[in-house]
């Protein structure tokens, strides 16, 4: 396991959208946000610490009908940003297992310098 990582250029901060999924930070969730604001579902990112965890969402949510493919488009985006797997959970096909909450947290300190860059 290690505590080398790579990050995308724009971090997700807290509040961070893709379609229905919004990104809370202090909670390390990833929520599923119907019409009406409610949350529907509830995806503990702490929980993914490999490729396998974060395919094991991809296909459950490809079997149930009550998501759009936009849904699932935008909950593979959000992984993407969020964990850049190409480069930390499968760099060229090798699986990789990482501490998520320590990700997690450099990742929302990179996010916070940068906000106070741009104000």
Request: hydrophobic share 35%; aromatic share 12%.
């Amino acid at each position: 396991m290690s505590d080398v990582w790579e990050f995308r250029e724009q971090v997700p901060h807290d509040g961070h959208r893709w379609g229905n999924w919004r990104f809370d930070e202090d909670s390390g969730g990833l929520e599923y946000e119907d019409e009406n604001g409610e949350c529907r579902l509830r995806i503990d990112l702490t929980a993914i610490d490999g490729s396998a965890q974060m395919l094991d969402w991809i296909f459950w949510m490809s079997s149930h009908d009550w998501y759009t493919r936009h849904d699932l488009a935008d909950l593979i985006q959000a992984f993407d940003d969020i964990f850049y797997p190409r480069a930390n959970l499968c760099p060229e096909g090798h699986d990789q297992h990482m501490d998520v909450k320590k990700y997690l947290h450099v990742m929302s300190g990179m996010g916070k310098i940068k906000e106070r860059r741009v104000a």
